[in-house]
């Protein structure tokens, strides 16, 4: 017979396999479908192109003291947009596994819950990260010129950013049983969130109340901290006084510990079909 000790060694191994092939699954998963890689990234690439070269140099940031288009300060934006896509929707599969009777399979066998939320949550968050990655090398086209240093910053900001919205995903995905559901809520709440984030447009200028609901929107300081990587004063092109990158960041991997913390909490409680 296993000791205690080797039984809990044992359970953990089983826990740590476990979220290390739901991490590859998901990767595989989206490799596998080519029309959901090539939407994942030209959609937000269109939509980057066609609002900045639509606004062109009529942009100006109130309070900002360099002059900046709009294909140049939506880049940042975008590259959330997409991160919100990759992050969000990779975890519809959530919904696809209960329906298709693999979840419950994964719940009923000896690993942790906790493992489960993790494997989910890394590999949509590794999905986002990658092509995050690939649209970063169209920076030069919008005027942004990164550094190798700066390259690395970004990929470490983009990887902590993506792994929150994959949490909030997963808090959405998990007690639904209806793709067209997930999506609404999508629409409802997650777009006005990206819109709100100062993707779109800087808070200087924008009314009190909405200064507001910016400054409580988590996904508004990992857009900051991506355009705080891109400038070395990130004041003089936004305007007014944008969170710094040591604020942002740590906002960011809290809400990120959170989203990973509530996941565990919500999967540890009965959920139709999963039982």
């Given at each position: 017979?296993?000791?205690?000790?080797?039984?809990?060694?044992?359970?953990?191994?089983?826990?740590?396999?476990?979220?290390?092939?739901?991490?590859?699954?998901?990767?595989?998963?989206?490799?596998?479908?080519?029309?959901?890689?090539v939407s994942a990234l030209v959609s937000?690439?269109?939509?980057?192109?066609?609002?900045?070269?639509?606004?062109?140099?009529?942009?100006?940031?109130?309070?900002?003291?360099?002059?900046?288009?709009?294909?140049?300060?939506?880049?940042?934006?975008?590259?959330?947009?997409?991160?919100?896509?990759?992050?969000i929707f990779s975890t519809i599969s959530?919904?696809?596994?209960?329906?298709?009777?693999?979840?419950?399979?994964?719940?009923?066998?000896?690993?942790?819950?906790?493992?489960?939320?993790?494997?989910?949550?890394?590999?949509?968050?590794?999905?986002?990260?990658?092509?995050?990655?690939?649209?970063?090398?169209?920076?030069p086209l919008s005027g942004i010129h990164?550094?190798?240093?700066?390259?690395?910053?970004?990929?470490?900001?983009?990887?902590?950013?993506?792994?929150?919205?994959?949490?909030?995903?997963?808090?959405?995905?998990?007690?639904?049983?209806?793709?067209?559901?997930?999506?609404?809520?999508?629409?409802?709440?997650?777009?006005?969130?990206?819109?709100?984030?100062?993707?779109?447009?800087?808070?200087?200028?924008?009314?009190?109340?909405?200064?507001?609901?910016?400054?409580?929107?988590?996904?508004?300081?990992?857009?900051?901290?991506?355009?705080?990587?891109?400038?070395?004063?990130?004041?003089?092109?936004?305007?007014?006084?944008?969170?710094?990158?040591?604020?942002?960041?740590?906002?960011?991997?809290?809400?990120?510990?959170?989203?990973?913390?509530?996941?565990?909490?919500?999967?540890?409680?009965?959920?139709?079909?999963?039982?």
């Open positions: 017979m296993l000791s205690r000790g080797e039984t809990i060694m044992n359970d953990r191994n089983v826990s740590i396999l476990a979220a290390l092939t739901l991490w590859q699954r998901e990767v595989v998963r989206f490799l596998r479908q080519r029309s959901r890689v937000p690439i269109f939509f980057w192109a066609f609002f900045g070269l639509g606004l062109g140099t009529s942009f100006s940031p109130a309070g900002s003291t360099h002059k900046i288009s709009y294909l140049e300060f939506f880049f940042p934006g975008t590259l959330a947009m997409i991160l919100l896509f990759a992050s959530i919904i696809e596994d209960r329906r298709e009777g693999f979840l419950q399979s994964v719940l009923v066998s000896p690993a942790a819950r906790w493992s489960i939320v993790l494997g989910k949550i890394m590999g949509g968050t590794t999905l986002a990260w990658l092509q995050g990655l690939v649209f970063l090398v169209l920076a990164l550094t190798f240093a700066h390259t690395i910053g970004l990929a470490a900001i983009i990887f902590i950013f993506g792994f929150g919205l994959t949490g909030v995903g997963f808090l959405i995905a998990w007690p639904m049983d209806s793709t067209q559901g997930f999506h609404a809520i999508m629409m409802l709440f997650l777009m006005p969130m990206w819109m709100l984030s100062g993707s779109m447009f800087p808070a200087t200028g924008a009314p009190r109340w909405l200064q507001l609901i910016m400054a409580i929107n988590p996904v508004t300081y990992g857009v900051a901290a991506v355009r705080a990587m891109f400038y070395d004063n990130v004041a003089a092109v936004t305007g007014g006084s944008p969170p710094s990158l040591g604020f942002s960041l740590a906002v960011s991997v809290l809400f990120g510990i959170a989203t990973f913390v509530a996941s565990i909490w919500l999967t540890n409680r009965p959920v139709r079909g999963t039982r």
